[in-house]
């Protein structure tokens, strides 16, 4: 049996989610990465640092890579093996076409793996995290989806994996897709996903620009990064990149500072982990402060202001 | 052109779900809501329809169990010309790989120049089904548009990326995947709720269609995870700054 761990590339580097994988699958023996990017000596030797002992690499220059990438990958993985993705979403992309091409099921959202016995069991987390399912595929290979964070990256000592350069296949029209321009959304403060702070803003913020501005002031205080939900990012109060839950990024951060924010399902996955979890709400009702340690029902407006201000005073 | 819109019926988010004690299913009411993720895919399928003009279609591809059929008269009633619905007792717990296929057969025998989905489902969201649709389909993937516009032949998007988004452009035939926040949904009017009444809806099993479910995962157990407990909350009268500052302080991060 071989692991595959799937790798696209970032801004040069390894994705964060395919170092998660990395660090659990080496435990279990041989780990081939499929990495589809350009490529560089310190990319694969992270990649190495961290458990892998084979890097196939495809580097599908403009063309949207999902689907040579997974006809490529369906020539490599065997029947006995286990193929892991992370969340992002080229990766998504890439099992679920890689999936198709192998007649395989698909294990997704997974927060845990577990390959005793013949089986891949797989944890997942539904009803907003309230309840575990496992999960077994019964027929190899097996492709599983894994949620970011739920295994924390931690560097190895291996050292650079031999790389196999893999040709463009020709997939005919599947390949279609180009990519024109990439645009990069600029925001201030740390990386949300690193970040040890993070202040979150939702729907009760109530607008764009100075509705918004409590949450950047606090963050900027705290030297917090700032996330946002579904309702405010869909509202275009900030970019989607901030954008925390279920469809967005997933933190877990030391303190979590809710801000207006109701605490829909789509949000608490993203969020639930956190260590200190601060909420501030009008609606006493609101579901956020059944998770919260610290619950402040109150208008938001006034709250925080009051917290910045005091803040400043320090 | 054919557009198509894969949507799904779920029991209403605002109640709380049952699993089946014995399969681990979600237990699905006769009357089920079309899933809120859904309405963009709907949505933005219309504008489409509109732009292109008569010779466009809008037609609605859905794996559920029928029920009272509420959910796809949602969607119908927002201006889609018809519906197939795909009902089998033999895909109860279907897994994503065995919707795609039974979905990429019905669309297949029905005719399509373009295919959207949501991103995933708000019940089940595994968030690979429109891939594997795609694939199996020939065709490209344009996912995660935030985004969309049409030139004559040509499909382009705005792609969301991790730091930001790509401008990405495809031919007809594609699938395409639509976030929520794509375009704003249109409420169904009196008019819509009372067309969509008599608009077709056809359904098919999975023999009209020749797929044969595989069951491929089984689940083994489901447990209540131990809820994060509740802390304190306490009502704002001016002062409730402080508590959240007596917090911070002992979280050491002021």
Redesign the interface.
Known sequence: MTTWVFCEEQNGAPSASSLELLTKARSWGDVAVFYVGAGSDEAFAALGEYGATTIHQLDAGDALPAAVAAAAMSDLVAADDIALFGMGYTARDVAGRLSARLGCTVLSNATDIDLGGDQVRVSNEILGGTTRVITAATEGPVVVVVRPKVFAAEAGEGAIPPVTTVAVPDVGHAGAGTVLERHVEESEGPDLEAAAIVVGGGRGMGGADDKWEPVAKLAGLLGAAVGATRAVVDAGWVPYSLQIGQTGKTVKPDVYIACGISGAMQHLVGMKDSGLIVAINKDAEAPIFSIADLGVVGDVHKVVPALIEALEAR | MKIAVCVKQIPD?AAP?D?DPDS?FVVRPNDQVLDDTDRYGVEVGLQLVEQVGEEATLTLVSMSPAGSLQGIRQALAMGADRAIVIDDETLRGA???TT?KVLAAALQEDGFDLVIAG??S?DG????????????L???????A?KVDRDGDTL?IE?????????????F??VLTV???VVEPRYPNFKGIMQAKKKPIETRSCADLGVVPE???????????P??Q?????????E??????E??EE?K??
């Open positions: 988010p779900y699993l681990h897994d994503a790989l795609a991103t995933e708000t969201y595994a968030g690979v089904m429109p891939q594997q649709l795609a694939e199996l020939g065709v490209p993937s344009m996912s995660f935030r382009r792609r969301q990326t991790e730091d930001g988004y790509a401008v990405v452009e495809a031919p035939p594609a976030t929520s926040g069951v491929q995962q089984v689940i083994q157990s489901v447990e209540p995870i809820a994060r509740a802390g304190e909350v306490v009502e704002d009268e001016g409730g700054y402080l508590k959240i500052i917090k911070l979280a991060v002021i």
